[in-house]
């Protein structure tokens, strides 16, 4: 949701409105969850552009349909309405969902995003739907209150909360090869703020201008001595090994796992590579419980293809899970400070 505020920011400030679409209730079968969002806005051509997806079909048409009116100020500047998707959408998933428009026209409508730089903890946006005002509830590491989530009545106004998406974490990747140009492509996608690390000057007869220019999300450190950034990564980062030197992969690791503060390190290569790193690693005087938290192989889960892009693929479902149970872990917590939310 970040990402999407701050693409919000850059049209007000390029003097666009822009009408946000979210799922604010789904009930029975529906193309999308709730929170799921898109964007609606003119260019300055004057054709209509979109960000993200509430599903396709004819509810994001009609979706975009009522935006179009609410940019030319034919709807409330927030509205809600709600749509039986086999009745009256002839949709075949049969469930039905409520969405909300919330049209954006200058700076003022985002004040509560500037707020959230000063912020470590994550939090939620709660809109007054009565008003079109937003406030924000911090966590509260001290509190353990339920979090409050979706469409909620209260005496003064109806309030939708969202949970903004906890910071990305930071993803190291080192080796910028084949498997990587697989995932530098992607992993922006799946939430990471991705690194990728390499000693060459040229990879794949490309330089890291290069990469920069195609990948522009991603942060790219091309130079022989990278060893000692590690200590700096974030505590929670993810780390993938995937050097063209076997050694480099051995220091990588041990670096790694010497400061052992990662959410997750896994290293490419094959089950005798494991064993012989974690023997190694060992050797070193690594705690035994530490270097299990090395994950080798990654990307051998299947067998019919060694094509880089299936390897990536396969790498990617295991960041996924582990980023599935964070969010168990998150959810059955309930870290959200529930306070009654203000009546303006």
Known sequence: MTKEFERIKQLILTHHKVVRVVIAEAKGSTPRDQGS????WFNRAGKVETFDSIGGGFLEEKAIEIALLSINQLYEKIYLQSFILGVELDQCC??????????FESIADIDWLFQTRSLSNPYQKVLNVKTGKNQLLVQDSNL?????????DFPQATFFYETVQYPSPELWLFGAGHVATHLIK????????????DTREFILGKSEMDYELEYPQVNFNFQTDFLNLISLAPIGSYFLVMTHSHQLDFLICQKV???????????????????RFKKRLLDTGLDEKVVKGLTC???KKYHFSKNPAVIAI?????????QESQYLLARESNPYQ???PASD
């Not at 396969?314 to 582990?322: A, D, G, K, Q, R």
Request: charged content about 20%; hydrophobic content about 45%.
């Open 338 to 340: 529930s306070l009654s």
């Open 144 to 152: 353990t209150n339920r979090v409050l989530k979706g469409l909620i």
């Open 37 to 40: 969002s898109m964007l609606v």
């Open 257 to 275: 796992l010497e400061k052992n503060s990662f959410r997750f390190l896994g290293l490419i290569g094959s089950k005798t590579k494991s064993a």
């Open 297 to 299: 192989p990654i990307g």
């Open 186 to 197: 992607n992993l922006p996608d799946l939430n990471f703020q991705v690194r990728c690390f």
């Open 314 to 322: 396969e790498i990617m479902s295991m960041l996924l899970e582990v």
């Open 94 to 103: 049969g469930g039905t969902v409520k969405l909300i428009w919330e049209r």
